[in-house]
Structures are given as C-alpha cells and as structure tokens.
C-alpha cells in the first residue's frame, strides 16, 4: 500500500512515516520542495498512491502561512490533487474541538477543512485528535523547557479542565487504522487512555523533568496575553492563541459531538512518567528562541 502523508516532516506526520515502509511512503512538505496549495505539485506527488495522510497544519499564523492558506486553500488542493491523482482513499488529522462560529481562526479552519473532505466525494476519515504528546511535540517539551528556564508557572485553569493526552504512537497506530479503512465511522474523536486535569500533567511534566516551580493560578486573559506576546517575539512561541484557547476550554470531549473508536482501535497507553521522560526535550528556553535575535544572527553572518 503507497501512502503520501501531507506534513510528512511535522511532528505526527514524521513519526507516522517512520512506522511504515520508506519505499512505499512519499513524504510531502515545504522542506520536500512542494507547498501544500500547489495543486499540480501535490497530484504529481500523489501518482501512484492508494491514500493520502493529510497532516499538514499549524498552530500559529507567520507570514504567508495562515490558518486560511494551510487549513482552508491547502485541503482543498490536496482533495482537488488527490481526484487527479486517482487516489481512493484520505484520512485528515484534525482538532478534536474543530467547530465553526467559535471565535477561533485555527478552530474554524480546522472545520472548514472537514467540510472540504466530507464533501470531496472521496472514501475518507477525519481524526478528530485531542492533544498528542512524545518525542517534538508543542505538550511536553514546552512545558519542560518552560519550567527549567522559569521558578514560576501559571496554571491558568489548570484546576477545572481536563485533558486526555494521546502519546504519539497510539495517534500513529490509528491513522495506520484508518489508511486501511479499519474505522467505519467517517469522523471520529480520537483521545487518551488516561483523563486529568490540565494541572496534574503539568506538574507531572515537572516533576519527571526534575523541577519544582512555583504554581500560581492566573486568569484566563493572561495566558492569552502571553500567546500573543509570545507568537510576537519567539520563534516557537511558548504558547500560541490557539493553544490558549484550547487551555481555557480543555481537551477531552469532542465539539460537536463525535463518535469514539471502536474499543480495540482506542488509544491504550498510559500518560506516564516512562513516556514523558521520552519525550523531554534538552534544555530549556533562551536568546536563541527569540526571533529578534535570530534576525540578528542572520544579520551578521
């Protein structure tokens, strides 16, 4: 089976292309040489191929990368791609809480996206996924180089919302599910083993990475304040609007509402320490991860 997988080199579309056969597997990202609104490039990608993994996607808007190029125009080229291309087969990753008329560009894109593949006319399966963690994700190597850079930490409704994180390898094994057409259902919500609140996995963050900050609760506003000063000045920024959003509401039920896999297609492995030491990230946050003083270095060389 020949799978070209959209986003290959992001963080879930590079682990999912390392679990599958590298002759049959055809990577496509900007770093690959072909932009995921180049309907021409993407078919020429496609040839050949039984299914597509479309895992291209961001969390934060930098220059022509909007939520409406990458979510909304760069689906559409892949479906439109895919037609010419003959593929069969298109599985999305998408946001468990993708909805529209949210206030959200990054939610709103999202569901835009869906409704691009519902409506492609092609044999498809939207992964509705909560919050993915291991090795290179945004979970628990932000939170760890956060609280070994600063003695303090916000919990900005840590107490009250919940969260079922999913480790990475349970989120490849079910897009693999889902390339095969093991999951009947068209959308479905993909989520942990394990629910908690959004505080016990930071502080279980911390604990594994061998730190122990300051907790302080903080309201809603300020970690929102925080993303847009981070997406500003950082290159990788320490939170972004989306992530902000998706902190306020929590991230363990699908909105609108969406079916679970089936029992033996759910994710299984549990959020421990084994997994997050796994996935610790080396060091923490310093002048490098500003963008001021990238554009100075590249200044100078």
């Known amino acids: 089976m020949r799978i070209a997988i959209t986003g290959g080199t992001g963080f879930v579309g590079r682990h999912l292309a390392q679990s599958l056969d590298a002759a049959e ?22 040839a050949g191929c039984d299914a597509v993994a479309h895992c291209a996607g961001i969390n934060r808007e930098i220059g022509d990368q909007t939520f409406q190029s990458v979510h909304v125009d760069g689906t559409r080229a892949v479906v439109e791609a895919a037609r010419r291309a003959g ?3 298109i599985v999305m990753v998408s946001f468990l809480r993708a909805r529209p008329d949210c206030g959200s560009p990054y939610h709103e894109t ?20 909560g919050m993915i963690y291991g090795p ?6 932000h939170v760890t180089r956060a609280v070994r850079t600063l003695p303090v930490f916000g919990t900005v409704g840590f107490h009250e919302r919940t969260v079922r994180p999913t480790p990475v390898e349970d989120a490849v094994d079910v897009l693999r599910a889902a390339l ?8 479905v919500a993909v989520m942990g083993a394990d629910e908690l609140t959004l505080g016990e996995a930071v502080r279980q963050i911390a604990r594994v990475a061998g730190r122990r900050p300051v907790f302080l609760p903080i309201p809603v506003w300020t970690i929102q304040a925080l993303a847009q000063l981070t997406e500003w000045t950082m290159v990788v920024p320490l939170v972004a609007k989306a992530q902000a959003r998706m902190l306020a509401e929590g ?6 509402p969406a079916p679970e896999l089936p029992a033996d297609l759910r994710p299984s492995r549990a959020f421990d320490d084994e997994r997050i030491r796994a996935a610790l990230p080396v060091g923490g946050f310093g002048l490098g991860d500003l963008r001021a003083a990238r554009w100075w270095t590249a200044r100078r060389a």
């Open 180 to 187: 095969e057409g093991r999951i009947p259902e068209p959308t």
């Open 25 to 46: 597997t055809v990577v496509v990202s900007r770093r690959t040489g072909v932009r995921i609104d180049d309907v021409d490039a993407l078919a020429a990608a496609f």
């Open 110 to 129: 999202k569901w835009a996206a869906e409704e691009l593949i519902r409506n492609s006319g092609l044999d498809h399966t939207i992964l509705k996924f």
């Open 87 to 89: 593929v069969k087969r």
């Open 136 to 141: 290179g994700d945004h979970m628990v190597d």
């Open 251 to 256: 991230v363990s039920e699908a909105a609108p």
